[in-house]
C-alpha cells in the first residue's frame, strides 16, 4: 500500500516527503538549490508583491507561506487520486499500480520484483518473498526479480502492524490530533484494539466462502499481541463450548 500523509500534523519525516514531493511537482526539478531559491521568490512575491524585493522575514512567517503552498500544491497533486492509482515514488511519479486486471507476465513481474513497506522504502526496509509469497515457482527467491519472474505464485500475503494498546494510549494523548487530545484508560485501550481487530478479520476475510465474491479469496487472521486475536478468540470459543 501507500500513504498520503496529511501535512499538518504528520510525522516530520512524512511531512518533509510530502513537502518535496510537493515542492518537485511545482519547481519542475529536483535541486534543492533550485526548489529553495523558488521557495524563497515564492514568498517574496507573496509579502512585498516582487520575487526581488528586499525583506525582513521571521522563521515562523516564511515557515507559514511555504507550508501553505506545499500544502495546496500537493493536496492539488492528489486530488481524486488513491494509493491505487498514484504512487508517490513510481518513476515518473503518478503511475498507478498494478491490480489483478492486468495479464499474468505483469503480475508476475510485479509480485517478483522488489516490494517496499507503506513509506515506498523511504525509511522502512523492503519485505521479503519468503514472507510474503506463497506456492512459488522455483521456491527459492535467490535470483528471482522483475525481469526474471516466478513462473506461479499462488498467494499473497499482506502484513499490518497494529499499535498496542499502552503505543494507543500514547498517539490519541497527542495534542496535535486535528480533534485534540483524548485521555484513554488501559483498559479501554485494549477493547478498541480486541474489537478493531475482531473487525479487521470479519471485513478483511469478506466473501472468502462465496464463489460469486470474485476471483480472489482473502483470509486473515491477527496474532495476540496486546490483545488476544484469532487463535486466542478460537481457542476461548471451543474451550466455553466444551
Known amino acids: 500500500s501507500c500513504y498520503y500523509p496529511a501535512y499538518s500534523g504528520a510525522t516530520t519525516a512524512a511531512r518533509s516527503a510530502a513537502y518535496y514531493t510537493a515542492m518537485v511537482s511545482?519547481?519542475?526539478?529536483?535541486?534543492?538549490?533550485?526548489?529553495?531559491?523558488w521557495a524563497l521568490a515564492y514568498v517574496r512575491t507573496?509579502?512585498?508583491?516582487?520575487?526581488?524585493?528586499a525583506y525582513s522575514l521571521t522563521d515562523d512567517f516564511l515557515d507559514a507561506y511555504v507550508?501553505?503552498?506545499?500544502?495546496?500544491?500537493?493536496e492539488a497533486l492528489?486530488?481524486?487520486?488513491?494509493?491505487?492509482?498514484?504512487?508517490?515514488?513510481?518513476?515518473?511519479?503518478?503511475?498507478?499500480?498494478?491490480?489483478?486486471?492486468?495479464d499474468d507476465s505483469t503480475l508476475l513481474s510485479t509480485v517478483s520484483g522488489t516490494c517496499y513497506n507503506w513509506d515506498e522504502g523511504l525509511l522502512l526496509p523492503k519485505t521479503f518473498h519468503v514472507m510474503t509469497l506463497g506456492g512459488t515457482s522455483p521456491n527459492s527467491p535467490d535470483g528471482i526479480n522483475s525481469t526474471e519472474p516466478y513462473s506461479k505464485v499462488k498467494a499473497t500475503?499482506?502484513?499490518?502492524?497494529?499499535?498496542?494498546?499502552?503505543?494507543?494510549?500514547?498517539?490519541?494523548?497527542?495534542?496535535?490530533?486535528?480533534?485534540?487530545a483524548i485521555t484513554l484508560s488501559k483498559s479501554d485501550a485494549e477493547e478498541v484494539m480486541y474489537k478493531f481487530k475482531k473487525e479487521f478479520e470479519e471485513t478483511f476475510s469478506k466473501?472468502?466462502?462465496?464463489d460469486k465474491?470474485?476471483?480472489v479469496e482473502f483470509v486473515g487472521f491477527t496474532d495476540d499481541t496486546g490483545v488476544v486475536g484469532s487463535?486466542?478468540?478460537?481457542?476461548?470459543?471451543?474451550t466455553l463450548q466444551s
Not at 157 to 180: C, E, M, N
Not at 207 to 210: E, I, N
Open 26 to 37: 511545482t519547481v519542475g526539478s529536483t535541486d534543492t538549490d533550485v526548489i529553495d531559491a
Open 46 to 53: 507573496e509579502a512585498y508583491g516582487s520575487s526581488t524585493a
Open 67 to 74: 507550508e501553505a503552498g506545499a500544502t495546496a500544491t500537493l
Open 78 to 102: 492528489v486530488a481524486g487520486q488513491t494509493p491505487y492509482t498514484f504512487q508517490v515514488y513510481s518513476d515518473p511519479m503518478g503511475q498507478p499500480r498494478t491490480s489483478t486486471s492486468n
Open 157 to 180: 500475503q499482506s502484513i499490518y502492524y497494529f499499535l498496542t494498546p499502552q503505543k494507543i494510549q500514547k498517539r490519541v494523548a497527542l495534542s496535535a490530533r486535528p480533534a485534540g
Open 207 to 210: 466473501g472468502w466462502d462465496d
Open 213 to 215: 465474491a470474485g476471483d
Open 231 to 238: 487463535f486466542g478468540r478460537t481457542l476461548l470459543t471451543f
